[in-house]
């Protein structure tokens, strides 16, 4: 009976003191392949806390190059719908484009059906960068590296609910030009 | 939330009148995000079929600017997979929210261990913010 109680005891120690994983077991590499808008792998997830933090890093296959009309059509990195809209409703997501010879990173989001976008920084090829959104009761604050804050208009929703995970999306109307990939790691 | 809670907890203490089973649990879960601890109250089956509600927290965290704390509260429905004489093992899903307002759906599976008639320990495997989770737990059958 002892026996029982000490071992359940130091099972109960080790499942619930073990060791972080390593940084690299959380990194998720996306690959949007060329002809395609969507990212593989697919996750369904859903936002459980009022900030979505995370790393992402871009390498060489952000560059690309289109016609003048789509080069400045966002594609978007990752963000979240917000409470029980739809993602064309009320949404908010990072955005990017290889524009003027460099990757702009955009707040981009919907608030009640319109669009609004609005530049915050420039990342630098396969370095990660610091990419944070926070909901507030009618904005939506976007943080970048140390770049200052851009705070976007919130639709009218709810504050209970799903707010499902939107992940990356090459497009606009373009496809991807060739395989695209990124890598994100969710810190909060 | 607070109506599901207080319905749950009507059904549960009417139950407990009846003389049923009645699990108290304290649990810990590592999650992704950082270790979780709290409290679940149940009914539980002859059968080992279990219906409550749960409430854990992140004891303390500290972020750049002001102090959060994660919490995760909700029912929690537990399906019997396999019995021994001290062994049984569990399917469990957990439904609720977390941080007040997000919706958060945790399944997951369980290996419980009886010390004795009305005293346990279990360990937890499971599904939280995309990335697996493990869980332990001390129960006593109360009544």
Known sequence: MLRILIYALLMHLLLTSCEPLPEDARVRRFVIRKGEHYSKPRYVETLQANKLVFEATFDETAVYRFDDYYQDSANKLFGFSDCNSEHHENSARFGWMWFNDRLEIHAYCYANGVRSSQFVGVANLNEPARYEIEIKDSEYVFRFNDNPPVVMERGNTCDKGVYYMLWPYFGGEMPAPHDVHVAIRVLH | ?143
């Open chain 2, 1 to 143: 939330m607070k109506a599901i809670v207080t319905v749950v907890s009507f059904f549960l203490f009417s139950l407990v009148a009846s003389g049923q089973n009645m699990v108290v649990q304290t649990q810990s879960e590592w999650t992704v995000a950082g270790i979780q601890h709290g409290l679940s109250v149940g009914y539980e089956t002859r059968s080992s079929w279990g219906l409550g509600v749960y409430y854990q927290a992140e004891l303390e965290r500290e972020s750049e600017d002001n102090v959060v704390r994660d919490d995760f509260q909700g029912i929690y429905l537990q399906a019997p997979v396999a019995k021994a004489e001290k062994l049984a093992f569990f399917a469990l899903l957990r439904a609720g929210f977390a941080n007040n307002n997000f919706v958060a759906i945790a399944p997951g599976l369980e290996t419980r261990v009886h010390i004795s008639s009305r005293l346990g320990t279990a360990f937890g495997m499971g599904l939280r913010m995309g990335c697996a989770s493990v869980s332990g737990r001390l129960f006593v059958k109360m009544f």
